[in-house]
């Protein structure tokens, strides 16, 4: 889940692990990158096709959309609890991720 105030800065803090994906089917273990250096990379449209076929994997967006798309799953899998991981390129986003989150459901 990567869940920020705005879609668009969601989409912005999804381009770390749209990187770090790509990196990975291409072999490479490197750390996960940074947000200057996800918006700096050029991608061919080869890339740019394995990118999108790895977002269904992904709840990307604003509260609004998160929400509606969690709890879609819950009830898809009769679900009695959702694990979620914010990959991220450095821990203040990963954080406010969180706290966003737990705000959307209440949690403490």
């Known amino acids: 889940v990567i869940?920020?105030?705005t879609a668009a800065e969601a989409e912005k803090l999804a381009s770390c692990v749209d990187l770090r994906r790509l990196q990975m089917?291409?072999?490479l273990n490197t750390?996960?990158?940074?947000?200057a250096?996800?918006?700096a990379q050029r991608?061919?449209?080869r890339e740019l096709d394995y990118i999108r076929s790895q977002r269904p994997r992904a709840?990307?967006?604003d509260p609004r959309l998160v929400r509606q798309r969690l709890l879609q799953l819950r009830g898809q899998y009769d679900a009695d609890e959702l694990?979620?991981?914010?990959?991220t390129g450095d821990y203040a986003s990963r954080l406010r991720s969180y706290?966003?989150?737990a705000r959307e459901f209440e949690l403490r």
């Open 3 to 5: 869940y920020a105030e």
């Open 99 to 101: 706290e966003l989150l």
């Open 43 to 45: 991608y061919s449209e």
């Open 37 to 39: 250096e996800a918006q």
């Open 25 to 27: 089917a291409q072999g």
């Open 59 to 61: 709840v990307i967006g």
């Open 31 to 35: 750390p996960i990158p940074t947000l």
């Open 83 to 87: 694990m979620v991981l914010t990959i």
